[in-house]
């Protein structure tokens, strides 16, 4: 069986356990409201400024973020129009899928060896790394960075809701051992458990979600970015990078990471050295207790 038959099947059963859980199929309106305001070049920032202040929960989650030591401002912000003026348009979109994201990272019921927010909190800790990345190889796409880090291992929740009993099952094999490593591919284990993984998952519910082509790579190749060319390798490869920086960090999401050696071709891809790499290593551990942002709270 040829690995392209492996991707087609693989594609069409992630296709199918998308279509399955309906409440994750669309965002919140009011966040479909701020995308569309964004991508509407006769929007505003006003605009803007009107759909964010009509959510009291997302307007704080906001001034929160704005006014985190991730952004480094020089004084207290209290006002959402200034947040706006401060963050930008696309990352106020960014936070907005995020504070969405972070109502739909919620599971009732007891899971045993996993919890849910552990896994939100890596996605807010590889978001951040992304953007992290991204800004010191002075990227344009800070903005993708960040919501490609958030949005990669979101297929793991799909899975969850799809059929909590075989998920548990299946990360029941997995253990880690004395020396972080998990006993089998998880990504393997996927493929026998649900016939599909997380990354084809999770590039299905961003095609639904119609998020842009670079979101949707990444989502769907974190592992290997290599297998893409050109252009559209580089936010998975900034996704690839943090994904396996933020494992290291104290009680770390690993379960997907056979080992935390990065690719050997990331840094090439990216023009970086190690010396970089170490760089952003420090910037991540010393800012580590500040990324997730507590936003689903």
């Not at 009107?50 to 991730?70: E, G, M, Q, T, Y």
């Not at 960075?145 to 029941?172: K, Y």
């Amino acid at each position: 069986m040829s690995d392209a038959h492996i991707d087609s099947n693989a594609h069409q059963t992630a296709q199918e356990i998308v279509g399955g859980i309906a409440h994750m199929s669309t965002l919140p309106e009011v966040t479909m409201q701020i995308i569309d305001i964004i991508e509407d070049p006769s929007s505003s920032a006003r605009d803007l400024h009107h759909v964010v202040s009509s959510d009291p929960a997302l307007s704080s989650r906001i001034l929160k973020v704005v006014n985190s030591s991730f952004y480094g401002m020089p004084r207290q912000i209290a006002s959402i129009n200034r947040s706006i003026s401060l963050l930008g348009l696309n990352a106020v979109k960014n936070l907005a899928i995020a504070a969405s994201l972070g109502h739909i990272f919620r599971f009732e019921g007891v899971l045993p060896h996993f919890e849910i927010r552990d896994l939100w909190n890596h996605s807010m800790e590889t978001a951040a790394a992304s953007c992290l990345v991204a800004r010191h190889i002075g990227s344009q796409s800070t903005d993708e960075a960040f919501l490609a880090g958030l949005l990669h291992d979101i297929g793991f929740l799909v899975e969850l809701q799809h059929d909590s009993e075989r998920f548990t099952s299946m990360i029941e094999q997995v253990v880690i051992d004395d020396e972080g490593h998990p006993s089998v591919d998880l990504l393997e284990l996927e493929l026998t458990t649900f016939n599909t993984n997380h990354q084809a998952i999770g590039a299905v519910l961003c095609e639904q979600w119609k998020f842009p082509r670079s979101l949707v790579s990444a989502t769907a190749h974190h592992h290997d970015p290599s297998v893409l060319d050109g252009d559209e390798s580089l936010v998975p490869w900034f996704v690839h990078l943090a994904d396996h920086l933020v494992a290291t960090l104290p009680e770390g999401f690993r379960l997907d990471l056979p080992d935390l050696a990065i690719n050997e071709g990331a840094l090439d891809a990216l023009g970086m050295t190690q010396g970089d790499f170490e760089t952003i290593c420090d910037q991540i551990n010393g800012t580590s207790d500040e990324i997730p942002f507590s936003l689903a709270a």
